[in-house]
């Protein structure tokens, strides 16, 4: 089954423990993307990746790494999590020339205490 | 960089009247427009887009329309019924589709029995 996953599900921390959220898919897609959902926000791109060992910045990178050493993993890294950091986070991947269609992972909320 | 505002914030309407949901790109560069659907606790998934070189583009209940002169594209939904509810989030793409998504806020929609 085609699908992009997402571990953990959910996941309590506190201010300043790193953590770090895996995100894979079986779809062999080119383009990956972190986003985050707050309230009123809407969808925010944090980090995305065209391809292996190529990332850029969204449009809310502060605070977050990520890295793109295998074609179907792309983890997200948050060195020194912060109360503002308490979101709802999605991954997502895409062919590469259909970044328009992208499937979404079931998300993972984090609460940073 | 691109802008998506998104309106209404929420709506809510009687069961088999129709929905409509507005958008405006701050881009004129931008020539893709998809629209997700993201039922409660769920991931947002993709139900229909439309390109800069078409005006309208209908697919069952759903439709969305195009004004590139104006900067603003809309989802109309007809005969709506109760799994319509749900939050809807616009967006815009540059070389069709080939450039990062630029997501509104989301508008989140509940359809009265």
């Known amino acids: 089954e085609a699908q992009v996953t997402q571990n953990p599900r959910y996941l309590i921390t506190v201010t300043g423990k790193k953590l770090t959220v895996t995100c894979s898919q079986n779809?062999?897609?080119?383009?990956m993307s972190w986003y985050r959902q707050d309230p009123g926000l809407g969808l925010r791109q944090i980090y995305y990746s065209m391809n292996v060992e190529v990332t850029d910045k969204g449009d809310v990178p502060e605070g977050y790494k990520v890295s793109r050493k295998e074609k179907r993993n792309f983890p997200l890294i948050l060195e020194s999590p912060s109360p503002n950091q308490t979101s709802l986070y999605f991954c997502?991947?895409?062919?590469?020339?259909?970044?328009?269609?992208?499937?979404f992972g079931p998300g993972t909320r984090l609460t940073v205490t | 960089g691109e802008n998506v505002e998104q309106h209404p914030s929420t709506l809510s309407v009687q069961e088999g009247d129709s929905a409509v949901i507005k958008c405006t790109y701050s881009d004129s560069a931008s020539n893709y427009f998809p629209w997700y659907k993201q039922e409660l606790g769920k991931r947002p998934q993709l139900i229909i887009d439309?390109?800069?070189?078409?005006g309208e583009k209908k697919d069952q209940r759903i439709a969305v329309t195009l004004n590139k002169t104006a900067k603003h594209f809309s989802l109309h939904i007809t005969e709506t019924q109760p799994e319509d509810s749900a939050v809807y989030f616009c967006?815009?793409?540059?070389?069709?589709?080939?450039?990062?998504?630029?997501f509104g806020t989301g508008t989140r929609l509940t359809i009265i029995p």
């Open positions: 997502a991947s895409s062919l590469r020339d259909r970044v328009t269609e992208q499937y």
């Open positions: 779809m062999n897609h080119e383009y």
């Open positions: 439309i390109r800069s070189n078409v």
């Open positions: 967006a815009a793409s540059k070389n069709f589709g080939n450039e990062k998504l630029t």
